[in-house]
């Protein structure tokens, strides 16, 4: 294969983001060239075969009505969903120790909270006269001087932990009232029928990218190249990944935030884009699976569903594959948990979690036949998952710079995107935005 | 010049911190090599000749008398000081409009603040009981629960910009009181005698830096060779900085925290450095100089100090150069206002900044002899000043990870000192502290 390219765009990641605006361009001929340090298309989704026709999706692999993007997407490159297990039966509940929070009165500050979110600006929530004032404070002290129930703070907590993979001491109150307005409403986060849990997909998330990299061809997606330097001039931009250089008349720049730090950029990037490198860190999460012969939960009429702030996995879920006779429990480790977790030697790591599955499902839990286990924020290339958040004085001083281009460079990625940012749809959205503005230069 | 190497200890940045440790290493005897990106030693100071034998320190500029390192280290290369010009005299004050502030009841504030400072453990401020909490809250969030004077919370947060150069609601309460604790006391920080305002060194502070690495040599401090690269095994490291690559037994890192995330690591690190990379950000200022035929406000009796948050100016000293008869004005322009000051074309900026000391010096300092503006933020080997703060959520998560080495490799700068955080004198502590773990390793 060559070293040496001449295209017109040269798309940097082949995550969601970086294929989603390849294969648009492509569909409007112009010519691209997708670098990935990786050597596997997906970034942040990444589904690897188990045992018994399942498959075991590392991250990200739910997807919600409202998310129409990734759907269509999906459906372009034939790739089907089906409904999440677990929306019905019991569900296992410890909050502070209690096994029933539904009289929990967290409605009031979930009121609140979309009540401020429905007034933001989508596209520019820094804007917002309160905005300077939302984004001074962190989540946590919004919910200490207007939470006054402890065990109303500590469900909510795990709520917010769950959504974001950040404790609310992380996170700016702007930034969360940001998420819940490119989602729509906290229910729409949270919930599984009719919002972003509903639904995944026939072998695995990756399979949108997989086949969108296919369809795109060996030629144009290499694999195991680093991206180490952008060049910029009036005429065309020379990137560098290795032994490739190619040069191009733009560039996107699909990568997490954080990570596009590592690049090169000559002329250097202006200095209110290298602070925003610094100032959104990706969330922290372990998934965990454990395979068994059968969903043996469900006879017990359990939904596989578990909430708990009193062990390290805050939330499990059915995560069984419908081609498979096997059940798979998804357990997901977040924020501090995952912090201490990954303190952990390894072989203990999976004792500890092992025995609180076993403590929710009983002592069939115990004798998985397949396990596994996945830190993002060991992963040299994301660093981190499910995305990034911006913690206070984040948004209002940086926020303008997201998607701001800066001569031939683009940026995509799923913190870019004002609609479910974060989110798989979020991620292609942004590989859509960006595409738009790439075609709308080159005209 | 050869660009193959075998040496002993690497050190990536030729700033303060990486030079001290350097000549500490070669003070025993240990063959030390010092790769820096710019083309000139000294990192975050930075001296510049003005006209009639004036000198302009773009950059780190005061030292103080319980910074015992930095003092003892400028006393070993023959680095003098002399006092702070304008310690005596009128100041212009307008905060809030208000031209006194002498009786703004800021004291109990203060108080609190030093209390609770007083009480952290130096080196692991994250193990104090009360961590968590004093970590959950922007320093904002804090000045508005417990500061209901309007003035005073203006007053304290002119003051918290010229020490942060950032703003209240940047900062993570545990990150201000750690400042305080690492310096001694809010006065420390702020007052000019005996505090660190106190001095300057006699031809500008990067003479430090300058003479340091005249006595290293020039085969051992190369400079405008970025390093890439730093890939360890058991036996020891290769560092690759372009054409360069130097094998050795240890690697010192010295740059400004953000800036390691450029270095591709093998292996890489782990998940925990890489995210205190994105967890620490260095504030922003952009310094402004002008010289002047002479000191002309001293005639009026005026200090030559200026408080003011009416403007994109928050401080001015007399910077004036003892053997010039030359004056010069410094003005600070910090956090919100420097960023808002840097999307102004640059003759607007000149134009704004000479009116704002107009309207306190009068008309004859219209004209300056030249005039001088460094923004450090758009400096590619920077990104920031003076020094890192961490925002909410992390010292408490991240603070462990400061100064732990990782296998062969140490890490060094201002932002890793316990004592006199970000100031010329951690620098100093923090390069005395890396070649002391170096030199107990190599033993």
């Given at each position: 294969m060559t070293n040496e390219f001449d295209v017109d765009v040269v798309i940097v990641g082949a995550g969601l983001a970086g294929l989603t605006a390849a294969w648009e361009l492509r569909r409007s001929r112009v010519r691209v060239l997708v670098l990935e340090a990786r050597d596997r298309v997906g970034g942040r989704t990444w589904t690897e075969q188990g045992p018994g026709n399942t498959f075991i999706d590392h991250g990200g692999q739910y997807v919600g009505p409202t998310q129409t993007r990734i759907l269509a997407l999906a459906e372009e490159m034939g790739v089907t969903t089906f409904k999440t297990y677990g929306a019905e039966g019991d569900r296992h509940v410890s909050v502070q120790g209690r096994d029933d929070v539904s009289q929990v009165a967290i409605g009031p500050a979930i009121e609140r909270f979309e009540r401020m979110a429905a007034e933001l600006p989508l596209e520019a929530p820094w804007t917002h006269p309160r905005a300077i004032e939302w984004d001074a404070q962190t989540v946590q002290s919004w919910l200490l001087a207007q939470v006054p129930d402890p065990l109303a703070r500590a469900l909510l907590r795990v709520i917010i932990r769950a959504v974001f993979?950040?404790?609310?001491?992380?996170?700016s109150l702007l930034h969360l009232l940001t998420y819940i307005r490119g989602a729509g409403s906290i229910t729409l986060l949270t919930q599984m029928d009719g919002a972003a849990q509903e639904r995944r997909f026939h072998g695995g998330a990756q399979t949108v990218a997989n086949r969108i990299a296919a369809r795109l061809g060996t030629d144009a997606v290499r694999l195991g190249v680093p991206v180490r330097r952008i060049e910029q001039a009036r005429t065309g931009a020379l990137v560098e990944a290795g032994e490739i250089t190619a040069r191009c008349r733009r560039v996107i720049v699909a990568v997490p935030i954080p990570l596009a730090e590592r690049i090169t950029f000559a002329p250097a990037l202006p200095g209110e884009r290298a602070q925003l490198h610094q100032r959104i860190s990706p969330g922290v999460t372990t998934k965990l699976h454990w395979v068994y012969?059968?969903?043996?939960w469900r006879a017990d009429g359990h939904s596989g569903r578990a909430l708990a702030?009193?062990?390290?996995?805050s939330v499990t879920f059915?995560?069984?594959?419908?081609?498979?006779d096997h059940g798979v429990l998804v357990g997901f480790v977040e924020a501090d948990a995952a912090r201490a977790f990954a303190r952990l030697p390894a072989a203990e790591r999976q004792r500890v979690a092992l025995a609180e599955v076993v403590r929710v499902f009983g002592p069939r839990a115990a004798d998985p036949i397949a396990r596994y286990e996945q830190n993002w924020l060991e992963e040299e290339w994301t660093r981190g998952c499910y995305g990034g958040n911006f913690g206070p004085a984040g948004w209002t001083r940086?926020?303008?710079?997201?998607r701001a281009p800066i001569g031939l460079i683009h940026w995509a990625g799923a913190?870019?995107?004002?609609?479910?940012?974060?989110?798989m749809d979020g991620a292609v959205r942004s590989g859509e935005r960006a595409a738009a503005e790439v075609l709308a230069a080159l005209d």
């Open positions: 993979t950040a404790e609310p001491d992380e996170l012969p059968t969903a043996f702030d009193d062990g390290y996995i059915d995560n069984s594959c419908p081609d498979s940086y926020g303008a710079a997201l913190e870019t995107s004002p609609i479910w940012m974060n989110y």
